[in-house]
DNA sequence: GGCTAGTTGTAGCATACGCTACGTTTACTG
DNA sequence: CAGTAAACGTAGCGTATGCTACAACTAGCC
């Protein structure tokens, strides 16, 4: 019975990978249960067998997105002493690399559904932001900590406006 | 034929109204057709007599609060010599007002929408984001005017870091 | 009064969505 | 091998959505 619990977890882990990536490369918008389901190799049927609602799977889906996107800032800078520019910098950089443009854009789709929460939206788009958070704070080293939360907005800021000007 | 014509044009606006306000107070998310012909008091088949698509008649709302909104900015502030800092505490300032929220949540949702443009959102979204802008770039006086770009980030990051972290 | 054009109500179509009923196959256990 | 529970396929339910067919009413003009 454990040997079958765990294998069914494993499913369910492949199977939130499937979606996060369908999620990053199509939208949320484009990812009705049937479309989840053609991405992952699966009938819309079995996504119900592995997940109590929609909702759960795609809350797992974007718990998955955003420990991942955390995770990869984690040594693109040196912590401590780095200074608020050098942040922007660096942040800037990272997103004028196309290939981080879906991630962008699902990021700012799911603040859009944050604004009338409903289901996991409101709850992730915090977990993102606090782990940016963190994550510039740990850069800057305790004596200018307290700028972490300008420097967050400003690059939100920018990446949100490059976004929307983009030709694409 | 002409005066017909005004009338239904002078009905057209009183709906587009109606449902601007209606996209103010519930989102985007919450403005089916019958929804949006409930608010404006008539039936749906109504709404589809007087416009094309709902695309349309969203549009056309979106395009009205736009204007609005840039045209409530007008007279905060003088024109020129205005530093950035002052414009920031402005913005930070209208931003607090709870009155201003729900235009706020309904400016990140159609963000959000604009990122897998889907009819008329990503204009609309450039529009009103030109219109900060120019606002901004006024105040600031030809001589600093090329810092509006940046103040306008940092205000739209704020907003929006803001909204997501409010309890409500 | 008739006629036409503009206006409105009733009802419903076609599609898409999340989700489920129900039966069948597979795989493991005794 | 028999029996049982997990794993899956097929089909479709109920609801919501954008939109429309169709008939009826109203108003102005001859």
Redesign the pocket.
Known sequence: MTR?TT??EN?RQEIVQAVAQHLVENGIHN?????LAKSVG?????L??YFE???ELIAQALLLIASGLVGSLENVLPRGQVSGQQILDALRLMGEDPAAHPGQKLWFEIIGLAMRDTGPYKSTAKQILDGWEDWIRERLGSKRAHLAPTILAQAEGEMMINLLRRPD
């Open positions: 079958a294998d069914k499913r990812s009705a249960l049937r479309a699966m009938s819309d049927r079995m119900m067998y609602t929609k909702e």
